[in-house]
Nanobody, 117 residues
Framework: QVQLVESGGGLVQAGDSLRLSCATS????????MGWFRQAPGKERELVAR????????YYPDSVKGRFTISRDNAKNTVYLQMNSLKPEDTAVYYC??????????WGQGTQVTVSS
């Protein structure tokens, strides 16, 4: 089992920045790919960032590319999501997840990000 706890969400204005953190415990953090997802009301959950366990290769969809940055600190068992130039359409509950080969088995409880215009 892996436990994940997100933090860092909040209410910000358009153009502001936020950094989300996801602290993990349980099994070896470095054994997992880590992802950040979001889900807005009435919309499907979407992947917004992923970082591979072996080489740290990252992926972002076009909607956040150039604005969001995922990073991991294996010594602290923590993954981060730096979000810059936030837009109202970034408003959602953000979740971190742990898994392998794009199958995520462990999820956090989520943290709310609200961006006002």
């Amino acid at each position: 089992q892996v436990q994940l706890v997100e933090s860092g969400g909040g209410l910000v204005q358009a153009g502001d920045s936020l950094r989300l953190s996801c602290a993990t415990s349980g099994r070896t953090f470095s054994n997992y790919d880590m992802g950040w997802f979001r889900q807005a009301p009435g919309k499907e959950r979407e992947l917004v960032a992923r970082i591979r366990k072996w080489n740290g290769v990252t992926y972002y969809p076009d909607s956040v590319k150039g604005r969001f940055t995922i990073s991991r600190d294996n010594a602290k068992n923590t993954v981060y999501l730096q979000m810059n130039s936030l837009k109202p359409e970034d408003t959602a509950v953000y979740y971190c997840a742990a898994g392998n080969l794009d199958t995520y088995s462990y999820w956090g409880q989520g943290t709310q990000v609200t961006v006002s215009s």
